[in-house]
Structure formats: structure tokens, C-alpha cells
Nanobody
Framework: VQLQASGGGLVQAGGSLRLSCVVS????????MNWYRQAPGKQRELVAQ???????NYADSVKGRFTISRDNAKNTVYLQMNSLKPEDTAVYYC??????????????WGQGTLVTVSS
């Protein structure tokens, strides 16, 4: 099982980016899918979460600006980021709780994609 994140880049404050994360491999089911971020010198933090039934949760700092969604047919989770601020600059990681074929359910991480917001 692998997670591949993409969509990061450099954007001006107030701009938008859309991150994607594709899950591949021998998968039985994907439960919760998450986006985390880690800014320089800071701990990794949960940004947004979406459960298998579509329930979402967001960090207070991104509520109203970010939207998490998933396409179960494509095994993909998205993070639409609008009204970006310089403090959103970080490496963004996707994470998912997955039951692989013949494998116990566990958490998997993608490789991270850098988002830089200039002022």
C-alpha cells in the first residue's frame, strides 16, 4: 500500500491550491483519510479529516478556508485550500487508515508535498 501526494507549490497570499493523494496497492478498505502539515520548527498537526461515511473535521485555523473531500472510486483524498495565508506554509502529508489485503488495519503516510505561501 502506498500513498502519493501531489499539488503543492508556491502561491501568493489569498490564492488557492488543491492537494491530491492517491492510495494504491492491494486494498480491502480505506477508513479515515487525513491531511497533516508540518511547518519549519513546529510539530506535525492535523489539518483536516474525513471518515469513510464522509464526516469531516478541521483544525480551527483552517475552518472556512480548506475543504477535504474523497473519491472512493479513485481511492483519492483531496484538500482544497482557499484564501491561503503565509502561516499555511508547510509540508503537507496525507495519511489514511487502511486495511490491506491480508494485512491488519494500520495507518499509512504519503511522502509530503510542500506548500509555500508568499506575502
Amino acid at each position: 500500500v502506498q500513498l502519493q501526494a501531489s499539488g503543492g507549490g508556491l502561491v501568493q497570499a489569498g490564492g488557492s491550491l488543491r492537494l491530491s493523494c492517491v492510495v494504491s496497492g492491494s486494498i480491502s478498505s480505506i477508513n479515515t483519510m487525513n491531511w497533516y502539515r508540518q511547518a519549519p520548527g513546529k510539530q506535525r498537526e492535523l489539518v483536516a479529516q474525513i471518515t469513510s461515511d464522509g464526516t469531516t473535521n478541521y483544525a480551527d485555523s483552517v475552518k472556512g478556508r480548506f475543504t477535504i473531500s474523497r473519491d472512493n472510486a479513485k481511492n483519492t483524498v483531496y484538500l482544497q485550500m482557499n484564501s491561503l495565508k503565509p502561516e499555511d506554509t508547510a509540508v503537507y502529508y496525507c495519511n489514511a487508515v487502511i486495511r490491506g489485503v491480508g494485512i491488519s488495519i494500520r495507518s499509512y503516510w504519503g511522502q509530503g508535498t510542500l506548500v509555500t505561501v508568499s506575502s
